[in-house]
């Protein structure tokens, strides 16, 4: 038989057996009455997620794809536009936005750094503005999550569209794309909106549907104005991933069901419980150590050892898969995501992995205190 | 207790158990070892469905991305294309070839007719060549299984590169990549591929590799060369819709179970049970009445009665979806699937539904004879 397993990577993350049985359903028309009330059903939730009054296109792809309409329809070849990095995805948008010809002024920080509002305020003024703002909530390689309100703020005031990759966060951490002015969210389906890879969402503002009709970058698949227009009434323009809607149907229940404040909370929880884990056994954090850090924490593989084979340990001798550094923190850092269908007993499986991990590795490490100091710092953060 | 329902549509199609169960596996990591594998079974069985030596991008998307992926990856604005058009889908090549600024040279045909090889070369020796020849092996919107063969021969004479929408056709009609000289062929997992929607492939020619190279159209998501070079290392470059994977993995293993000729067969032998059933009940074919039928049927909705009303009724009343007519055939046509996991039990139910639908509609219809002509004539199919 073989081992049970633990998917605590920070996406794609394990489905509740709600979503499983949904997608379990038979096939659906997409151009049937039941699919158009299934959409009926997913479309206003997923606004709701999103805390917007805008629409949400839903794209059968990944949460790349969705970061790529997000230029495909707001530039076009010449324009400014300012990327916000601080590691992998928010090097991404820079790759994005220069495939499509974008004049890219790169405000990029070191992988692990928090971005700051101040610097995006500055390097606008400096370059007399940009049509848009692109950066990162959740930066999944590093566990920073980046104060997305105060870019949205600096954004707005110079006159520029703001852009938010939410792809880990959405669900799990404090997101109010109204509230704070973001023009569009990118998000996916994998990560804690607890439904398989495959569907990819944009929330596009009106500002941000006006800019589209002046953009002339290229799209047919990826038009924001094809995918609303369908999505008016209902339907979709192309063939999309009828299953895994039907399982974001029953995640979206699954979701709001105790509220979204109540999801944050719990992924605040986990992240609490993860760190004290980590830091009880004597090993550095790499991600921040405080509340921000709800979606993925990342752990400093100590020196001497390599971080490739503390993940393929965790794995292969706990059945635990963890996620490893990305780019330039390949090897150095270990990567424990805790959004989604996770609880405190996969938390601790996984601090419980990375120990023997390290400690077969030869590393020095405080045995058998990690699982009993995750579920105090658990137990205490309850009703925080 | 619901109807049992027949999803009897050209795409999406029903899926069979052993798919579902594959898709009901947990979630596996997309950069983990047990994916890679996944992936190292699922590409080169790709390529036997194919009938080429070249390697197949997977795409998390529609087939509808696939098809622009061929645009997007082949074409630099202004260059003459020639899309051959004679449906929804065809022209579906000339909107988005337009989209990315290409000189569309539209060889269009009314919906319903065969293209014609001969009148390709002609337009390509008017115009003075193109760089690709854009075609549809079956237009799903009217039934009609072009010889795209003859038309890949035309397109390579003329040093055109050649490239197909096979989205309905592949795995139910042959189609030899490789030995028709097709550079591209792009198709989709809802068909006869026996997944649910939510993966595209395209297949790309050293030739087509080549052209990509030197095109300047922008791309990131469909880009062939990223794609094929992760999968080169049995990697995605995102994150791809794994459960859908793991049931195309499944559903390879059904389709190959047998070699891919005896698929072709199936939708052959179903296609003449069902045409023998339409004209047994004294309706008119839509779709040529012969062995190129094998997609789809499409039957003509009886003058003075509603096809839109028709298909709502065979849904209603009798449990079976089918499609009505897309376009300028919408009301015109009711089209009944018959590739993927359908067999002959299937064809029967939905001839015996349109039977009920079109007589309680008033239309003329000779009653009790289409099944057992269709189970006749699919008998004598066998071994054909």
Known sequence: MPEKGYL????????????????AQPIAYHRGPEFQALLGRVLPRLKEVFRTESEVALLTASGSAAMESAVANLCSPGDR???????YFGERWAQIAGRYGCDVVHLRYAWGDLPDAGDVAARLAETGGARVVYCTQGETSTGVVADVKAIAERADAAGALCVVDAVSCLGAVPLESDVWGIDVVVSGSQKALMTPPGLAFASVSPAALAAARSATSPRFYLDWERTLTSQAE??????????????????????????????????????????????AMGLELFSPDDDSSAVVTAVRVPPGLDGVAIVRSMRERSGVTAAGGQGELKGKIVRIGHIGYVDLGDVTAALAALERAVAEAGGAVEGGVAVERARAAHAEAVGV
Do not use: K
């Open 8 to 23: 605590m990577t920070p996406g794609p993350t394990p489905i509740p057996p709600e979503v499983e049985a949904a997608m």
């Open 234 to 279: 209902r339907r979709t323009p192309f063939t999309p991933a009828v299953s895994l809607v039907r399982g974001l149907d029953a995640a979206l229940d699954l979701l709001l069901a105790d509220g979204l404040e109540a999801a944050w909370e719990r992924s605040r929880r986990l992240g609490r419980a993860c760190r004290a884990g980590v830091r």
């Open 81 to 87: 536009v300012l990327v916000v990095s601080a590691g």
